[in-house]
């Protein structure tokens, strides 16, 4: 994958990201709260080194439902611990506990009933607490870069993740996008499809910032 150009002059500093797993909390910010009635079952999960992919079929399971009756706004890094919210289609018979569903990876918090079901993008954002360790560097340069980060932000590129390994889901979207393949199963055709926009927001974000432009609005034409 490119090495895309970073926004600031780079400091010399360094750190650990993700020694433990506690070093990278994240909460999802729903749109809205589950209101007490409706087909589906809305639960507020805790994972705990699990991906969003098995939690979403360990539910599945205990609900006696097929994954693709389970929804969720988004996907969630695995190695870290995560807050976030899924749905499932379940709006005949009784209504299973799962609260008490033990698995050594997640944990669901609560759980109630709702209208609809959680879709991709149902969210109003994700909350981080973030801890880097075995920080070097100077600390006047560090506080510099963490002022100029404060007042202007940073420019948020898409991280290796996204690609595959090796950046493979993206070779996969072009080969597919250019009917050299064919994808059949519509969340890996999902995956791929989001890979190579991401690339392309990547590709556009950094030719921003070599021009000086990424903190400014620009019209579109």
């Not at 749905?87 to 944990?107: C, M, N, Q, V």
Request: glycine share 10%.
């Amino acid at each position: 994958m490119p090495s895309w150009p970073p926004a600031y002059p780079i400091s010399g500093a360094s750190a650990t990201l993700k020694l433990l797993n506690e070093d990278f909390i994240v909460t999802e910010l729903p749109l809205q709260l589950p209101s007490g009635e409706g087909g589906h079952i809305w639960l507020d999960v805790e994972k705990n080194g699990a991906n969003t992919a098995l939690v979403a079929q360990q539910l599945a399971d205990a609900a006696g439902v097929q994954v693709r009756d389970v929804g969720y706004a988004g996907l969630k890094d695995r190695h870290a611990i995560t807050r976030q919210w899924f749905s499932i289609y379940l709006p005949k018979g009784e209504t299973p506990d799962l609260i008490r569903l033990a698995h050594p990876e997640f944990k669901v918090l609560s759980q109630s009933r709702h209208v609809k079901k959680l879709r991709p993008g149902d969210l109003r954002g994700n909350r981080f607490r973030i801890v880097l360790r075995d920080v070097v560097g100077e600390r006047a340069t560090i506080e510099a870069h963490l002022a100029a980060v404060a007042s202007q932000g940073v420019p948020n590129y898409f991280g290796a993740q996204r690609f595959g390994f090796e950046g493979g889901n993206v070779e996969q979207g072009r080969a597919m996008l250019a009917r050299k393949i064919r994808v059949r199963n519509p969340k890996k055709k999902g995956i791929y499809l989001s890979a190579v926009r991401s690339f392309v927001f990547n590709e556009v974000l950094a030719l921003r910032i070599q021009r000086g432009l990424w903190v400014r609005p620009c019209p579109v034409t």
